[in-house]
C-alpha cells in the first residue's frame, strides 16, 4: 500500500492547511505572511486552484498519507508549457517532517512533471538560511545554481535567496541510478 499520495485540495484540507501556514517554526522559512491567512481564504484558494489547474497556470496538491490525512501542500506553479517549466513548491505540518513524506511527494510531482507533462525544467528558490529545505531538495537530485545575495527584505533583514533547478535529462539520471 502507498504510503504518500498526490490528490486534489480539498476543502476537509483546511484545518491542516492552516495547521502550518500559522505555525511561526515554519513560517519563518516563507516570504509571505501567512499567518494572516483565514479559513475562508483557504477555502477561496482551494477553488482558485482548480480553475487555476484547468487552465495550466499552475499546480496545488494536498499531500496525504494512508488515510487520506492531509500532510501538506505540494505544487508546480507558473507552468509555462511553452518553455516547458513550472516552479516547485511544497509545504508540510509539521506532523509530517522528518519522516519522508516531502520525499516521496516531490519524486511522485516531478515524475508527473517530466513524464506526464512533458516539462523540460523545474526550478525552486530558497532563503539560504533553510537549511531543512535545502537537504531535502538536494535529496531529491535539484542542483544548486545560484544565489541572490540580499535579495529580499524580509522581516527588517535582507536574506540571501538560493536558486535550484532539475532538467528533464537531470531526473531521468536520477531515475536510471534508483
Known sequence: MERVRLRALKEKDVGGMLEWMHDPDIQQNFRNDMGRITKEMAIDFIREARKDWKKNLNLHLAITDAEDEYMGTISLKNIDLQSKRAEYAISLRKKAQGKGIGYAASKKILEYAFIQM?????????????????????????????????????????????????LKEDYMCIMHQI
Open 118 to 166: 512533458q516539462l523540460e525544467r523545474i526550478y525552486l528558490n530558497v532563503l539560504k538560511e533553510n537549511k531543512r529545505a535545502i537537504a531535502l531538495y538536494e535529496r531529491v537530485g535539484f542542483i544548486y545554481e545560484g544565489e541572490f545575495r540580499k535579495h529580499l527584505y524580509l522581516r527588517g533583514v535582507y536574506r540571501d535567496l538560493q536558486w535550484y533547478g532539475m
